[in-house]
């Protein structure tokens, strides 16, 4: 545990709580809060036998629920795959590692990765193995194909990707989907912002590829699109023979998702997409406005393009280590964004900026300040 790098999440919230009034563009949150069917179907958690252990995969409804959103908007028709109802998508990717890996394995992920991945194969004990994207952050699937060994288990991709915003191609995915499948390798697809692309730009799901349920393992969360951060629930998609040993590791950490979060579950899924459309439009007009914001960063910064999530990823041109502009834009510009370091970026100087938190009025004064503080420690 000592090599496991310590969560950058509550490091910066150390140093915002110390400065007060900080803007904070760091956690990647939206603003919004549950639809009201999600905290209306927890009555039926008032059943006696709800405080009871349920099923180790997930109640019945929940899990009937999953099974018609995944048909309808990830073209996924769980022929020979299973569902497992999560604390949490975070929780699905260690499930899948304890599942498939042995102690000295490898997992290979994208840089920049995002760190819980990271720090979780090496609580595993098992080894990352790093392959850099593209100057647009978009998969290098021949630059996979030759990290692969003997060792290797997985390979993992984020898409909608955190901390860049890119969304992979179809065309890219299927190819890293394929590879696995000839290589008898796992892909771990993780989904969490599914819902959060822009542009036209459409969202794919490998676990949707003919012939891929034997090997993909598809990683999907509540916590963004309907605002559940809290209540810790996700699923993971993945193929008949890995139910058992994924079973046995839910069983040992959680014995079961936590009901009550269940049901609420259950009510956010049965709105439909519709409760997350407007505020995911609402989204894409703070991306708009930060977006034009970071465009006055030119030459200062590069900005790749972000179809997806809430992030955009900097690069920032300094020779000042990306922990220490954190800390000075906290300290003297009251705003804050997350190293790129935590993201695996060591080379040079990187920053996540996220707005899925944000308001158009604060995120206007946030980016007004981060854009002041870069030209004023920059310049």
Request: glycine share 8%.
């Amino acid at each position: 545990m000592q090599v496991v790098q310590s969560p950058v999440i509550p490091i910066v919230g150390e140093l915002i709580r110390n400065f007060p009034g900080t803007i904070s563009l760091g956690q990647g949150v939206v603003y919004y809060p549950p639809p009201p069917e999600a905290t209306d179907l927890t009555k039926f958690f008032a059943d006696p036998t709800n405080h009871q252990y349920k099923a180790i995969e997930g109640i019945a409804p929940l899990i009937a629920a999953i099974k018609a959103k995944l048909q309808t908007f990830n073209g996924i028709e769980l022929d020979k795959q299973c569902i497992m109802v999560t604390a949490g998508s975070n929780m699905g990717f260690m499930n899948a590692l304890l599942a498939i890996t042995s102690v000295g394995d490898e997992v290979i992920l994208q840089t920049p990765y995002y760190f819980n991945h990271e720090m979780a194969i090496q609580i595993a004990g098992c080894h990352s193995v790093f392959v850099l994207t593209d100057e647009n952050y978009q998969l290098r699937p021949e630059a996979i194909a030759q990290a692969i060994t003997s060792k290797t288990k997985a390979v993992v991709t984020i898409s909608p990707n955190n901390p860049t915003g890119a969304v992979y191609s179809q065309e890219a995915l299927r190819e890293v989907n394929q590879l696995c499948r000839d290589r008898g390798i796992y892909h771990i697809s993780d989904e969490a912002y599914e819902y959060f692309t822009y542009d036209g730009i459409n969202h794919v799901s490998p676990g949707g590829f003919p012939q891929s349920h034997a090997q993909t393992i598809s990683l999907y969360s509540l916590s963004k699109a309907y605002g559940f951060a809290s209540w810790r629930i996700g699923y993971m998609v993945i193929p008949e023979h890995l139910l058992v040993p994924i079973k046995k590791v839910q069983d040992t950490n959680l014995i079961c998702p936590p009901v009550i979060s269940q049901y609420a579950a259950l009510g956010a899924l049965q709105t439909g997409f519709d409760y997350c459309r407007s505020h995911i439009q609402a989204i894409a007009r703070v991306r708009q406005l930060v977006l034009r914001s970071l465009n006055s960063l030119q030459g200062l910064c590069t900005i790749a393009p972000a179809h997806g999530a809430f992030y955009f990823f900097l690069k920032v041109h300094t020779q000042l280590d990306a922990f220490e502009l954190t800390e000075r834009l906290i300290r003297e510009h009251r705003v804050a964004v997350l190293p790129g370091t935590a993201f695996g970026m060591d080379r040079g100087c990187y920053l996540r900026v996220a707005y899925g938190a944000l308001q158009e009025s604060t995120a206007k004064e946030g980016m007004e300040r981060l854009v002041k503080g870069l030209q004023t420690i920059l310049t």
